[in-house]
């Protein structure tokens, strides 16, 4: 069996609707997902842009999703705890969604990783990916991702 990560608002490797940036909306985007593995616990979802100037921009850093649920609205509201899900902080050190806001005009990658847990993980918000790093260690059943590109007009 195989686990799925995918949006109705782009498909692997395309450009990510401006409703979802910096300079649209800055709507989380809709997320689904297939089944995780058996005695799977939590779930837990990271989306970075690597091609950042300096270093790995986190976008969002969700620690917690419950095992049973296969998707995450559009538009999810920026608080630590909302729909039965955790968010920590992102690099801009803010609780949840911070869309891509790529500098110049050159396309960025956005990679979503979405992690099956045999644990729930323990950490505050303010740890953000470092600390949901932390607390993942030697608990990832599964990976999946998403990549979706997007460059600023």
């Not at 692997?12 to 997902?33: F, K, Q, V, Y």
């Not at 955790?86 to 806001?101: D, E, F, L, V």
Request: glycine share 8%; hydrophobic share 35%.
């Amino acid at each position: 069996m195989s686990f799925v990560l995918e949006s109705p608002a782009f498909k692997e490797g395309e450009m990510i609707p401006r409703r979802h940036a910096c300079d649209g909306e800055d709507l989380s985007p809709p997320l689904r997902w297939t089944d995780p593995p058996a005695g799977t616990k939590s779930l837990a979802l990271i989306c970075e842009d690597s091609d950042a100037p300096v270093m790995t921009w986190i976008h969002w850093v969700v620690p917690f999703i419950p095992p049973d649920r296969r998707e995450l609205n559009e538009g999810i509201p920026a608080k630590e705890t909302v729909e039965g899900l955790k968010q920590a902080n992102n690099s801009w050190k803010r609780i949840g969604w911070g869309g891509p806001c790529p500098p110049g005009n050159k396309a960025h990658r956005y990679f979503f990783r979405l992690y099956a847990l045999d644990s729930v993980v323990e950490m505050r918000s303010s740890e953000g990916r470092r600390g949901l790093d932390r607390a993942m260690s030697g608990h990832m059943m599964a990976e999946t991702h998403l990549m979706g590109r997007y460059q600023r007009a």
